[in-house]
């Protein structure tokens, strides 16, 4: 099963290519495009070190790692579903209909049949800065390192559940498409140390917008500023959230009708 859907998102994301690459110029200036709003935003980060030795009580290269963690999960999140942009088209067009006859799994095939290009090219290197910054703050250990990879793992399958929720709520009703919005301006909040929020903003936005968890979390544990039990509370919340969020696409599904209906 699994090597069934490994082959039919390869297939997915070499369709997706193709369609990119038939543009060269919107391919090339929107890959511009994204590497300038990074390096605008790096450079604000220069320019808060360049009047203060540190924010929050993080110094320059801690920061940045906490804003470069946010880039690579955000990145991940766009990669690998970003069907979820389109899926209101395809189910006020009717082309969902199409979608739930496929032998596939329809909330699979909505979610991953777009894989952008541009995302993993600017993913690699992103992560190639990751590393460096963090042999610069000198916290690369084999454990900080396996406890940052495995917990970006457990936000991934949050920012998962965030996405089938947000598909149930448009298959529920087409007008909820702005819920993915929500969650688009909300990672924003993880572009720096959450120390910075209020106890209250902190509160919310790691258990009801669960962003410090998906973003925060991940770079407290290579930072080695992080109390092992919060893996633990990653996992289980990261299992639940998941969990919930199929029981709310099933019911969602419960709820649809068809263009032909």
Same mark, same amino acid.
Do not use: C
């Given at each position: 099963?699994?090597?069934?859907?490994?082959?039919?998102?390869?297939?997915?994301?070499?369709?997706?290519?193709? /369609?990119?690459?038939?543009?060269? $110029?919107?391919?090339? /200036?929107?890959?511009?495009?994204?590497?300038?709003?990074?390096?605008?935003?790096?450079?604000?980060?220069?320019?808060?070190? *360049?009047?203060?030795?540190?924010?929050?009580?993080?110094?320059?290269?801690?920061?940045?790692?906490?804003?470069?963690?946010?880039?690579?999960?955000?990145?991940?999140?766009?990669?690998?579903?970003?069907?979820?942009?389109?899926?209101?088209?395809?189910?006020?067009?009717?082309?969902?209909?199409?979608? $739930? /006859?496929? &032998?596939?799994?329809?909330?699979?095939?909505?979610?991953?049949?777009?894989?952008?290009?541009?995302?993993?090219?600017?993913?690699?290197?992103?992560?190639?800065?990751?590393?460096?910054?963090?042999?610069?703050?000198?916290?690369?250990?084999?454990?900080?390192?396996?406890?940052?990879?495995?917990?970006?793992?457990?936000?991934?399958?949050? $920012?998962?559940?965030?996405?089938?929720?947000? *598909?149930?709520?448009?298959?529920?009703?087409?007008? *909820?498409?702005?819920?993915?919005?929500?969650?688009?301006?909300?990672?924003?909040?993880?572009?720096?140390? &959450?120390?910075?929020?209020?106890?209250?903003?902190?509160?919310?936005?790691?258990?009801?917008?669960?962003?410090?968890?998906?973003?925060?979390?991940?770079?407290? *544990?290579?930072?080695?500023?992080?109390? &092992?039990?919060?893996?633990?509370?990653?996992?289980?919340?990261?299992?639940?959230?998941?969990?919930?969020?199929?029981? $709310?696409?099933?019911?969602?599904?419960?709820?649809?009708?068809?263009?032909?209906?």
């Amino acid at each position: 099963m699994i090597k069934k859907y490994l082959k039919l998102w390869k297939l997915l994301a070499i369709l997706s290519a193709g /369609s990119i690459l038939s543009n060269r $110029i919107d391919f090339v /200036s929107y890959l511009f495009g994204k590497f300038i709003r990074f390096g605008f935003f790096f450079a604000f980060i220069l320019a808060i070190f *360049a009047h203060s030795n540190s924010l929050a009580g993080y110094g320059k290269y801690e920061v940045i790692f906490f804003f470069l963690t946010f880039n690579i999960v955000d990145t991940l999140g766009q990669l690998f579903f970003r069907g979820i942009y389109d899926f209101r088209n395809e189910v006020r067009l009717g082309n969902f209909d199409y979608t $739930i /006859s496929k &032998p596939v799994n329809a909330l699979f095939f909505s979610l991953s049949r777009a894989v952008d290009l541009i995302d993993f090219i600017f993913l690699i290197p992103i992560v190639l800065i990751a590393i460096y910054v963090g042999f610069q703050i000198g916290h690369a250990t084999i454990y900080n390192i396996f406890a940052y990879i495995i917990l970006l793992f457990f936000g991934l399958f949050v $920012i998962l559940g965030i996405h089938i929720i947000s *598909a149930a709520l448009i298959v529920w009703k087409t007008e *909820a498409e702005n819920a993915i919005w929500l969650y688009r301006e909300s990672m924003t909040i993880g572009r720096f140390p &959450p120390e910075i929020f209020s106890p209250k903003i902190k509160f919310l936005f790691t258990y009801f917008m669960p962003i410090i968890i998906i973003i925060s979390i991940p770079a407290k *544990a290579f930072l080695n500023m992080l109390n &092992p039990v919060w893996i633990l509370i990653s996992f289980l919340y990261a299992s639940l959230f998941l969990g919930f969020s199929v029981l $709310i696409w099933r019911r969602g599904l419960r709820h649809y009708s068809s263009a032909s209906s």
